[in-house]
Structures are given as C-alpha cells and as structure tokens.
C-alpha cells in the first residue's frame, strides 16, 4: 500500500477547475513519467508542472481506509473522512450572499 504523500494543485479558471500541477516523493505503478511543462526535484519532492488539464465544473474524489486526504483553499485545511465520496463543484454567488454566510 502506497503511504507517500501526494498533492495535487488546483486553479478555477472561466468557472472550470483546472489541475496545474502535482508533487509526490516516490515514482511507483500509475505514477507519470513525462506530465506537464516541467519536471523537476526540490527538498526530496518530484514536482510536474504547467499541467493545466481541464478537469470542469466538478471533481469528484473518493477517499480510502486508511488515506489522509486534506483540501487546502485560502490558508485553511479541511480533513476529510476515510471511506467517503466527496464531489467539489464551482458555483457562482454574489458578493451579498458570501457575507451574509458568514456573518451567520
């Protein structure tokens, strides 16, 4: 069982989330050898970059038994539950109603 870390970077462009990029420590089975612009190795981490794969509105995941899988967005991390499906989606809100939440 692969027990590395492995992270994935993310950007919303046009209301469309966009894989840009990806960094792991171990090359091993189902592991690209030649994604993205730039393939390179900083502080033991394999990094590909300049992927800007277009993945759409949503992104549906799945985590495992025994997996820690984390989102990190604007400075906060959010943990997920082992053994859950998870779906992100980008929706459009106005201003308003982002403020209103968190005022609640």
Do not use: C
């Not at 189902?30 to 794969?53: A, C, E, H, L, S």
């Not at 967005?73 to 201003?95: D, I, M, P």
Request: proline share 2%; glycine share 10%.
């Amino acid at each position: 069982m692969e027990k590395q870390e492995w992270e994935e970077m993310f950007r919303l462009k046009d209301e469309t989330i966009q894989l840009t990029g990806t960094r792991f420590q171990t090359f091993g089975a189902g592991v690209p050898n030649d994604t993205g612009d730039r393939t390179f190795i900083k502080d033991g981490w394999v990094y590909m970059t300049g992927i800007d794969q277009n993945i759409g509105p949503s992104l549906s995941l799945r985590t495992g038994e025994k997996t820690n899988h984390r989102i990190q967005f604007g400075g906060r991390q959010l943990t997920l539950e082992a053994n859950r499906a998870y779906k992100l989606s980008v929706v459009r809100q106005s201003w308003l109603s982002v403020i209103f939440e968190k005022l609640r």
